[in-house]
């Protein structure tokens, strides 16, 4: 008998290539975090993949969600109300449109939540939260360092069972 598809739990961080006063330093850490707290339920059982994307661009932002078996979304980087700040191959910066984005995970019938971890994200909740996800967002600019404490808050209560 075939096992089931493992649930995966999606990391993307995108950098500002263009301008390095921009550079969001706590990714990593930020990362670790995450890494740290989901490590703590799942343990050596392996019962959900943990995907991590450094150097997002548009292609890597999209293909994972392909499996249909993302069941959370964690995007930290640079975003507006209409766009996430993405990476490009040749070393610049592309915007993910907003409205083509929500389209697209709209129809990931696995995908539970989705943390925005980057400014002005709040518009993007409605339509992802009418699909039946749960959204975490920001109503405006946040400081790097604030966005990781609070994704680090948030995904150790939530490994220790608290709810949203």
Known sequence: MTAPPKPILFIAFANDLENPERNLGGLHSEFDNIHAAFSSVTGADDSCELLVNDACTGGSLVEPFYR????????AGHASPDSLLLQTSDGHNAPASRQRFEEFLALQSRLRLVFLNACMTREWAAALVSCGVCVVATSRCIEDSIASKFANVFYNQSAQGRTI
């Open 68 to 75: 249909n078996q993302v069941v959370i979304f964690h995007y």
